[in-house]
Structure formats: structure tokens, C-alpha cells
């Protein structure tokens, strides 16, 4: 590692190797301090030619490198292993955004750039970039393409992977392979960027994206509903589609302890109801004219009421309400965190099994763990829920893996996904593995050779490494 060091420092000059255990440190854990490792050194190349050339500097040397964007990732993927033999290759430095043509509906960023960045440089230009996602002050655009992040939007404009025109990416002998294409029609065989979206920087590192930019919603209408059951929130969701179809871009669902705690927790929040109510749903449309939605939405919210779904509702009359809302949303595992540990999960299951799903582990909390409580929320409109668990502090960790096994249990009962927006990483590989089918199995394996041979790729994330790693110089 030592020789690999010193000619990184040629490479990108010395400021940008970190080697000190103090500089190292806030590379080397995740966001919420869970988890944690010990690197070698990091990197921090300021533009793709110098990623190229430490890319093929650590395959000569037989390093192994960790890739890191804003390092916001929930599944201990981008931080390194235990064995202070990795280097993080830290991509902050790419920072710019290449091109912005509003006409052609995209802008070019590298993987640096900060999503909110992003999303304002899209605004300046008139038009909007719709990931969007609590971590989006942090999070970086080369880590939201290598985890195909979710988020709140969703529902009508996809995944990040449907949000990438092109990518340019440095593959593992340190060439670049430049798929910058601003095509949103181009079936000239297989369509290789979608290889390295939520491949989470193990096959290859993304260093610029061509980003999708759509229309600027300039009516939007946030609003609050309170319902009986979980049943009538996925009843109702359905008749808000029916009614406003890909006029809706979010649709969460939050649990009555989650906005308690909340309101409970977090200074200066109110309920957006008067009462409590066992669920909660926060909804979100927009459209490109000027006025007539709120309008419309009222109507709607009438004729719902009318039926008795809904038990109240508040309608956002200004942004500061609006934040409001989203805060009691975004701020419920904070809020538990203040008392205690939280056993946090990403599942998904088809949008109609919601209600089995959060039931059959309610029905199982008392023999898993009758002192924890389950926070369920998250994106109810495509399925995917944060079946979150608060438990007192220094719970033991096998209690902790025993919620997430009864919780994963019924997950597979109803045939849904045991990560359906944050990865796999490192905490959930060996989950994985034991559930995806051999073929699918052998394929990914098959892949992650093709790609690297030599498995210095962020190894032991996503997948376990089938070969000895290379002993480092
Ligand atoms: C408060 C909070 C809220 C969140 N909400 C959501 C949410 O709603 N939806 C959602 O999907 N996620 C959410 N996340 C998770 C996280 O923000 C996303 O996964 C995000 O996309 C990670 O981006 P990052 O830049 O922080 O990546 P990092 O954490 O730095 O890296 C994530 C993974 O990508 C790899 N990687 C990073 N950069 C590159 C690169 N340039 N090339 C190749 N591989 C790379 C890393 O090795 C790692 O495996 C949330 C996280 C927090 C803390």
C-alpha cells in the first residue's frame, strides 16, 4: 500500500491522499455512526482522467478500492471493511455540472455534484430534476446512480434508473468507458449503463451522469389525510389515483406512534390534524398550469369524506405548511432515535399486500420482541414501506436480527423484495444470497468477473468474493 500511496500523491497530488487516522475518520462510518471501518487511505481524484489513472494504478498494485459519494448509504456499502487494506475513492471532488440544456430536457452532472445542487441548477434552468430524497443535501449523484435511489417521487417519474440518459464510467483496469448519451430512444443493443445503475460501485465507478429533466410543476397541492385502517389508506390511495392518475408524485403513509413521536421530539412541529388517528397519509400532486389543481383536489377530498374514508385532512395553504407535513414524515426516526435504538428496514410488497404485511408483524411483535414498537411508513403509493422498529437502547444486536428475520419471513410470504430502495451493501449480501435463485446467483457472479476479474471492485459488497483477493504491496 505503500508504494500504491506515493504514486497516488503523483497522481492527484498529496492534499487529496488522506493517510492520517483523523483525516480518514469521517470517510470511514456511515451516516448514522452504525457502522464502521478502517481504510487504508482516501482518495480524492478532482476529474475522471485522474479517477482512470488510480483505478489502474490500484489494479497494478492489487488494492482494493471503496467507492464514496456523499456517503449517506443506509447498508454499510461505501465505507471500507475492517481490514485497513482498502482505499476509498472518495468522488466529492467531481463537482461539476458539464452541461445543462433545458431544450434537450437533460443536464450532464459529474458524481460529486449534490443532488439538492442539482435539483436547484435544474430549477434555475426552468425545468426539474425529480429524484428527491431526505438525504438529497448530502447524498451525491455518482451515489444515487450506483444505488438506483428511490425516494419520494417515485410513483410518477421511477426510480433513478429511469432518470439516467448516459453515464461515463471508469471501468476496473482504469479505461473509461463513455456512454454519455442525451438519447431517449437508442436501441442499438444491450443497454450497458443499466449495468452500473445500483451495481453500488462494483463494477465499475460512475463518474458523470446524463440526467432526464422534466416539466416544472408550477401548481403543486400537499395535503394531509387521517383514515381508520390500513386498509382504507390503500383504498384510498387507489380512488386518488383513479382520480388524479400521474398527477400524483407521492403518497406516504406514516403510523399514529411515528407522528407522535415526532410531534412529541421534534421542536416546533404540530399536527397536521387535530387528533390523533391510527394512519396517516401525505399526498402530494402537482401539474404544469398555473391554477385549478387545489381546486380539484377539494372536490375530490369531498367526495371522499363523503364516503367516510377519511376521518380528517388539512390541505397545505402555504410552504411553510407543506414543510410541516413532510418534517412530521422525514423527521420519525430522528425523533426515535432521541430514546432509544432503531431497527431500520426497506421492504417492499405489491401495494394491495400493505395491510397483511404491517399485520402479520404486528401479530408477531409480542413473541419477536414485546418491547418494540413498529414505526411503519414510507412510500405506500408503490409499495415500498420502512417497517422500522424503535427498541430500548443497547438492545442486543441478536434481538435486532431477530425482528428483521420475522420481518423478512413475511416479506417472502407475500413474494416481496427484502430491499427495495437503499441496496444491498454489506449488511444485507449473505439476506440476499440466500434468497435470490442459484441461476440469478451464478449470473451476478458471472458479471462481477467479466467486469472485475480481479475483484477489487468494492469487494464483499453486494456480493460475497469467490476469489482470495490479491494481496496489496
Ligand atoms: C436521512 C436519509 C434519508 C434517505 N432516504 C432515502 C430514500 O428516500 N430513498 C433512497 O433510495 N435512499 C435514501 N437514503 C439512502 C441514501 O441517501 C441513498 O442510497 C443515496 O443514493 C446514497 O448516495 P451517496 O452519495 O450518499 O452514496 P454513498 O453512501 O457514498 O455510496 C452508496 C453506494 O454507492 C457506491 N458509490 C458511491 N459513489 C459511487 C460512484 N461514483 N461510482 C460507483 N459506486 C459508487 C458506494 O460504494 C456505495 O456502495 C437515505 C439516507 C438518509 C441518511
Sequence with gaps: VQAFAEASRAIVGASHVLGAAEDRARYEVDFWRQHGGTAA?????????????????????????????????????????????????????????????????YLIAEAG???????????????????????????????????????????????????????EVVLADGSVLDLLRRLHKDNTGYDLKQLFIGSEGTLGIVTAAVLRLVAMPRERVTFWLAVGSLDDAVHLFAQLRNAFGDLISACELISSPGVELALERLPGLRRPVSEPHPWHLLVEVAWTFDSGLRERVEAELERQFAEGRCLDGAVADNEAQRRMMWRVRE??????????????????????????????VFDRLPTLAPFATLLPFGHVGDGNLHMNF????????????????????????????????????????????ARKSPAAMTLMHRLKDTLDPAGLLNPGVVLTPRRPFLDPD
Design 113 to 167: 455534484c449534490i443532488l439538492e445542487t442539482v435539483q436547484n441548477a435544474a430549477g434555475e434552468a426552468g425545468r426539474m430534476f425529480p429524484l428527491t430524497l431526505g438525504a438529497e443535501g448530502s447524498c451525491r449523484i455518482g451515489g444515487n446512480v450506483a444505488t438506483n435511489a428511490g425516494g419520494n417521487n417515485v410513483l410518477r417519474y421511477g426510480m433513478t434508473r429511469n432518470l439516467v440518459l448516459g453515464l
Design 390 to 433: 424503535a427498541v430500548p437502547r443497547n438492545t442486543p444486536s441478536e434481538v435486532k436480527l431477530r425482528l428483521l428475520d420475522g420481518l423478512f419471513e413475511e416479506v417472502d410470504r407475500l413474494g416481496g423484495s427484502i430491499s427495495a430502495e437503499h441496496g444491498v451493501g454489506r449488511l444485507k449480501r449473505d439476506a440476499i444470497a
Design 331 to 360: 423527521g420519525q426516526t430522528e425523533a426515535a432515535m432521541q430514546i432509544g435504538d432503531v431497527v431500520r428496514s426497506d421492504v417492499a410488497v405489491a401495494v394491495g399486500d400493505i395491510p397483511t404485511l404491517v399485520t402479520r
Design 41 to 105: 487511505l482516501v482518495l480524492c481524484p478532482g476529474t475522471t482522467a485522474e479517477v482512470a489513472a488510480i483505478v489502474a494504478l490500484a489494479a497494478a498494485h492489487g488494492v482494493a478500492l471503496v467507492p464514496q459519494a456523499g456517503n449517506t448509504g443506509l447498508v454499510a456499502g461505501g465505507i471500507p471493511d475492517g481490514s485497513g487494506r482498502e482505499a476509498i475513492l472518495s468522488l466529492r471532488r467531481l463537482d461539476r455540472i458539464r452541461r445543462i440544456d433545458p431544450a434537450g430536457d
